[in-house]
Structures are given as C-alpha cells and as structure tokens.
C-alpha cells in the first residue's frame, strides 16, 4: 500500500547509503524501494512510478549509469522528479544534469534535514504538475465564460487575451459560485507563463498560521510562493486574509522578496486574486483590508456578473452542460424541453454558474431512468419548480375573469411581455425572436402597455 506522504524510489550501488535513507525516509511515513543497478531501477519505474526519484550518477564502474537512467526515466515517466545524488566528484556533472531537467541534487555525504526538505519540495512539485494537467486537459476553462449571447459573454475572450499579454496582477471581482479560479487558471493559460506552475490557494478554507506557512513557506521549506515562481498565484476570497499576512504580502509585491528569519524568499510569481464585491467594499470600509494593498493587487480588473443580470446566456450555458454530459458527469446526452428550459431561465441563480452545473447533473439523475430523450420540468429540483411559480402565476387565467375583454386582454399581454423580457434579461431582440413579433413592432407595444425594461435585468458588462 502507498502510504500518504508518497512512495520513494532510491537507486544507488551502495547498500549502506540505500539503506540510511530508506530509514530515515521511512520514518516520516514515506514507502520507499530501493535499486542497485538499470535493470531494476527501469522495472520498479515501470512497475511503480515513484513520486520522487533519488538517482546516484555514479553506479559500479560506469559514472555514467545514472545519466543513462534518468533518460530512459523520463521517456517512462516525463512527470516524475528526479534528485542526482552526489559524491564531491561528480557534483559538477551533476549541476549540467540539474540543467537540463533533473529536480535537484544532494551531495553525499547527507545532511538528514536537507534530504526531508528536498523529498517533500519533489513531491509536492509533482502534486502540483498533476493538478496543473489535469486543468490543462480541461474544456471548462477555455471557453466556459464565452457561452452565451450577453455583452459580458461576448466581451470576455478578448479581455482575458489582453489581460493574458500585460502580465499584471489581476483582481476578479467575482459572485460566489463563478468559478473564479477557473478563470484565474485562463489567464494563465494564454499568458507567457503557461509551461510553469499555476497554484490556487482559498482563503476562506485555511487557519491563519497554517495559510501564511503554505504562502511563504519557512526558513527549511519552500512555500507556494516560489513553487509558482514564473508561473501564477491565485488567491480566493482574499479579503478574508489577515492583517499579519496582508503586511507581509504588500512587502512582497514592493520589493520582490520577503525576508523569513535568516532566508529571504524570491519569486516571479504573477498573484492573481478575486473576491465577491460587497465583501470587499465592506473588508475596505471596515478598514479590515488594507487599501494599499487593495489597489496594488487591483492593476487590471474584470467584473463578472451574477448569472441573474445576464438570463439570456442561461439557455446557452444549460445546454453546453448537456452536450457535454458524458465528459462532465458521465452520463448519456439528453435535451431539455421549451417549458423547463422557461423555468431555469425565470430562476434567479444566487448560486450562478456552479449551481446551473449542479441543477444539470441533479436533472440528468433524475431522468436517468426514462428512456425519453429530452428532460422535462418534472426532473427539475423542487425548490425551482416552486421559487419561480409566482412569476408564472401572474399569467393565471383565474384574475382576467371579472375583468372585461379588453382589460383583460392588455393586462395578460403586459403581464406575458414583462415576464418575457426578463426571461431574457432585457434583450429586445431575443424576446422580440422568441415571441415571434418584430423587434419595431415589440417597442410599439411594449410603449403602448407601459412595460419597462428593469435595470436588473439588463447585461452587466465587465471593464
């Protein structure tokens, strides 16, 4: 069984240096094999891949031998780190092999502390760049927040490419269930820094110590911080961080470098942060957050807008979600009916983009048993059904009764174009499309009903 801190492969011709490390290793919970020689180094690699790979240069007569392993190793497995172990003649070869692609290198003979530090740091990294793949093979955060017809859906692409290019640091002001970090992880994505690390760090989730550790690091460990050096930071909820932390941050992005005890810290890390825009403007008020800081994080911006200002995307978003059933959740394709597409797209959405996400699975799930193709509102979550039956009681047949005709008759069609146009969240045209009238012709008679569009319902674009 491979136990929780990882699992270690040594290679090494020499019996007591395999096995000081596999104790000490082996202490601090790692599961650890050993090899002598190619052979059985290239079938535990094969067999096994290990998280951290420590290779001797120097194995029997042929000083070469590590070199020919760590090739083979890396047409194997390109991921897995590898730390050169050195005796004091080799170490110069050791640092060209460093250059063109090893982790790191120890030189014999060990320091115990250096040796614990360089084991975590590798496995780590590799955490790290399977995280970073699996973003990468993705679809979700290429084009996710370019669906839809809305001037923000429309907009986006283009902000994030010119963002992408500036390689400033980026506030999103973000509502709660936007999937920021998926669009931190874009910018990153198009930008120069794309073959390097992008970390994402919530900050809501963390105690304070434990969170300001994991950034910076300590004088014997590497931090977040330099992991993504060259690559990208991303902090969510940051004004949920503390003074103490904001300080030491506003120091970093001053001068570069913060100083940890005796070690100072460096890294060309972009920090990408977001937070929701009332618990920021009341961080800033209650001066909990400090304001410096606030505006050397905010160089560029982007403002996402909650899903309710822009309920013309709704149908577009519910539908690449179903197209994609298979990739996202593992289940067949289906559609989904005029009638319930009306409802979601009436629904006001306060958890926006991951609840529409969520509210597809839940409806895919409940239809899983019919073999009907499309989904109908009877396979929507109950609390939809009910949250937006009010607005469609407006439209009951039961209030025109003790009006006369022509009452009754502007009333329903004021009452239908009002619920009409903020199904589509002020888009003339769309409404004017869906209800089959000409958009000069929906004016008139919007004028002539006194229906307004209201402000809310109107497209919020971002700057």
């Not at 942060?273 to 618990?279: H, M, P, V």
């Not at 025109?400 to 969240?425: H, N, W």
Request: charged share 30%.
């Amino acid at each position: 069984m491979i136990l929780e801190n990882g699992n270690v492969l040594i290679v090494d011709d020499d019996a007591e240096v395999r096995k000081l490390m596999s104790d000490v290793l082996g202490d601090e919970g790692y599961e650890v094999r050993a090899a002598s020689d190619e052979q059985e180094a290239l079938m535990q690699i094969k067999k096994c891949p290990p998280d951290v790979l420590f290779l001797d240069l120097w194995i029997g007569d042929d000083e070469s031998a590590g070199v020919k392993i760590l090739e083979k190793t890396k047409k194997i497995n390109s991921d897995i780190p590898i730390v050169i172990i050195s005796g004091h003649g080799s170490i110069d070869a050791a640092v060209r092999i460093i250059r063109s692609g090893a982790f790191d290198f120890i030189e014999k003979p060990f320091v115990i502390e250096r040796l614990l530090v360089t084991c975590r740091s590798a496995i780590e990294m590799r955490r790290l760049k399977q995280e970073n793949n699996l973003l990468r093979n993705n679809r979700l955060c290429s084009d996710i927040f370019s669906i839809g017809t809305s001037i923000f859906a429309n907009s986006i692409a283009s902000q994030l490419e010119k963002i992408a290019s500036s390689n400033s640091r980026v506030f999103l002001e973000s509502p709660l269930g936007m999937e920021a970090d998926v669009m931190a992880y874009s910018i990153h994505k198009k930008s120069n820094r794309r073959d390097k690390f992008f970390v994402s760090m919530n900050c809501f989730c963390y105690d304070s110590d434990e969170f300001f550790q994991d950034f910076f690091g300590s004088e014997d460990s590497y931090g977040n911080l330099e992991k993504a050096d060259g690559g990208t930071i991303f902090l969510d909820e940051i004004d949920k961080i503390s003074p103490d932390f904001q300080r030491k941050l506003l120091s970093f992005l001053l001068e570069g470098k913060v100083r940890l005890g005796t070690r100072s810290i460096y890294s060309d890390a972009r920090v990408i942060c977001s937070a929701t825009a009332e618990n920021m403007k009341n961080a800033l008020e209650r001066k909990e957050f400090s304001t410096e800081l606030f505006y050397r994080l905010k160089i560029s911006e982007i403002i996402i807008p909650e899903i309710r200002r822009r309920r013309e995307d709704v149908a577009a978003l519910v539908n690449y979600y179903l197209a994609r059933s298979d990739q996202f959740f593992g289940m067949p394709t289906k559609k989904i009916t005029e009638n319930a597409l009306a409802i979601l797209q009436s629904y006001d959405w306060p958890g926006n983009m991951l609840q529409i996400k969520n509210v597809v699975e839940n409806s895919l799930i409940s239809a899983s048993d019919s073999t009907d193709i499309y989904i109908s509102e009877i396979f929507l979550p109950s609390e939809l059904i009910s949250s937006t039956s009010d607005k469609f009681d407006s439209l009951n047949i039961a209030k025109f009764i003790t009006m006369p005709l022509k009452e009754a008759k502007d009333k329903f069609e004021s009452d239908y174009l009002s619920a009409q146009v903020e199904r589509f969240s002020g888009n003339i045209s769309q409404t004017a499309n869906f209800i089959g009238m000409e958009r000069s012709a929906l004016h008139r008679k919007m004028k002539a009903l006194n229906v307004h569009v209201r402000k809310n319902c109107s497209a919020k674009g971002s700057r």
